[in-house]
């Protein structure tokens, strides 16, 4: 799992690492139409390029390598080589037509990938985020299925949101901000997840969530030390395999911070259930530690001596 886990981190880099040394990535072009299920084009649509790992996991951020298509429908972009997850969103009609995602998109040097998509209408989802009954804003709402975004929206500052996505079920991500920064105040931060909620052609679905803080866990991971701190060394994993979060590195959420002279990480607003920490790098060797929170606060001890033999 740690070697999984570190070429994750290994692949993301290694772009950034092809520039230090001097060079220019490799590069190839993604090309293609977009298309209503009529045949018409779909004018000034954009795809969005993510990086995906070999496991699947996506690198879902503001993303610089987008692709836009012109009045016919038809678009080109010439980017670093590499296994890609592709979002092709009706952007200037205001998302009439249901995003399409695409995953293990291969984009291969000096050629041409092609990448056509047919987008249809869909139904929509909306509804209201609060904390403690008082409506947040700033909400990030993920429809995912199956692992993969489908669609997303933020809270306006009265905690509405409103997500257009193609015919199917979804369970909603809910990703609320952190209430306080400072050092001496807790971080509110909270993830939540609805019910799985079907969605059909041009119905409207309503889905509020109100998060309880009082429901909610704080973990403290103790036993480290500031030279095991750095980024993407101490990973946060849910019963499903999936990334919550990671120090120094933001991947589906979380606002860790250290307490005290670097000798612990804090995470706020977890929802109970079992976990995983994963420690890729110490003085032993990489080193798990599955976890059952409760609401209100945990307390891990991570152990640093070599086991017996």
């Not at 905690?159 to 609320?176: C, D, M, S, W």
């Not at 980024?231 to 911070?257: C, F, K, Y």
Request: aromatic share 8%.
């Amino acid at each position: 799992m740690a070697a999984k886990l570190f070429g994750y981190a290994l692949s993301i880099c290694w772009l950034s690492l092809a520039t230090c040394l001097g060079g220019e990535p490799p590069m190839g072009t993604i090309s293609g139409s977009i298309t209503d299920v009529d045949g018409r084009a779909v004018p000034r649509a954009r795809v969005y390029l993510y990086e995906q790992s070999p496991r699947g996991k996506i690198a879902y951020k503001d993303s610089d390598r987008t692709a836009k298509a012109d009045d016919k429908g038809q678009y080109s972009r010439t980017v670093p080589a590499g296994t890609y997850a592709a979002i092709v969103a009706d952007v200037y009609r205001s998302y009439q037509l249901t995003s399409e995602v695409r995953t293990n998109v291969i984009i291969k040097e000096g050629q041409v990938t092609t990448l056509d998509a047919t987008l249809r209408r869909g139904g929509v989802i909306t509804g209201t985020c609060s904390r403690d009954n008082e409506p947040v804003g700033r909400v990030k709402v993920s429809a995912v299925r199956d692992g993969w975004c489908w669609g997303k929206a933020m809270s306006d500052p009265k905690g509405n949101y409103t997500i257009r996505v193609k015919p199917q079920a979804y369970h909603l991500r809910f990703e609320y901000p952190a209430k306080g920064r400072d050092g001496k105040i807790e971080i509110k931060w909270a993830l939540a997840r609805s019910p799985e909620i079907a969605v059909s052609v041009d119905k409207t679905v309503k889905a509020d969530m109100n998060v309880d803080s009082s429901t909610l866990a704080e973990l403290f991971v103790t036993g480290l030390t500031k030279d095991m701190l750095h980024e993407n060394n101490v990973v946060l994993e849910d019963a499903t395999g999936t990334i919550v979060t990671s120090w120094h590195w933001r991947a589906i959420g979380g606002e860790p911070r250290t307490r005290g002279p670097w000798d612990s990480i804090v995470w706020s607003g977890l929802p109970p259930g079992k976990y995983t920490i994963h420690v890729l790098s110490s003085p032993i060797g990489p080193k798990d530690k599955a976890v059952t929170l409760k609401a209100g606060k945990n307390e891990v001890l991570i152990d640093l001596k070599q086991d017996p033999q």
